[in-house]
């Protein structure tokens, strides 16, 4: 099982970065729509078959989030 709420996650990670959710699709070269229609999809972010192959081995699967360190010289 998918521990992590990957819809409420993304909206934090949004509101922490101070981007709205169409800033990160046009960011990330994606429309909005496609961007909502992921976030939203229970199955959009994380394979299915792959939680089924975790979950048969006894496992959840918990997302952590690291910030990246900026590179100065980029």
Known sequence: MLKNNIEKDIKIKCVEADITQS????????TVQYVNRIVKKDEGVINKTFLQM???LGYDIRLTYEKREENIDE
Do not use: F, R, T
């Open 23 to 30: 800033a990160l699709a046009e960011k990330i070269g994606k």
């Open 54 to 56: 975790m979950e048969g």
